[in-house]
């Protein structure tokens, strides 16, 4: 996963998306997650992304706190080049995986690509990608009302 946004005094941020070179789209808010199938479940999903099966061969691009209402996550293929280009920013960052985080500022761009490397998923017998989602997002369950409070 790569995040590129804002930073104090988190003002909005102006980035432009190319695709293979080619100009998407312009998002502006507080900044913009791409990731793979597997960072889906995380950041991306907390900022309104689609989750993605951990085969597809896909990036996922989720702006965050966009300012228009017409950015929307978008699911691509892993096989193109994916280059941010900061067109306005007080302070910006991009941070990759949760770890490392650089400074960044108007001007610069930051391009994504698949790594060269490929990994293999451990699966563990009895524990699929989806009854781990079905349990940690309680999908298919009904809303638990008995130990909200009360704050009427």
């Not at 080619?22 to 900022?47: N, Q």
């Not at 990036?59 to 017409?70: A, D, E, K, N, R």
């Not at 193109?80 to 995986?97: E, F, H, M, S």
Request: net charge neutral.
């Amino acid at each position: 996963e790569v995040v590129l946004r804002t930073g104090p005094p988190f003002k909005m941020i102006d980035i432009e998306l190319a695709l293979d070179g080619e100009v998407v789209s312009r998002f502006l808010g507080d900044g913009l997650i791409i990731s793979t199938p597997v960072g889906s479940t995380a950041h991306a999903l907390s900022a309104g992304g689609p989750v993605l099966g951990q085969e597809i061969p896909a990036f996922v691009v989720v702006p965050i706190s966009g300012h228009t209402l017409t950015n929307r996550p978008l699911v691509d293929s892993a096989q193109i080049t994916y280059t941010l280009g900061i067109l306005q920013a007080d302070k910006a960052y991009v941070t990759i995986d949760g770890q490392d985080t650089f400074a960044v500022g108007k001007g610069d761009h930051v391009t994504i690509r698949k790594a060269p490397v490929c990994f293999r998923l451990v699966k563990v017998p009895g524990h699929s990608y989806y009854k781990t989602l079905r349990e940690k997002l309680r999908w298919g369950t009904a809303p638990n009302y008995q130990n909200e409070p009360n704050l009427g």
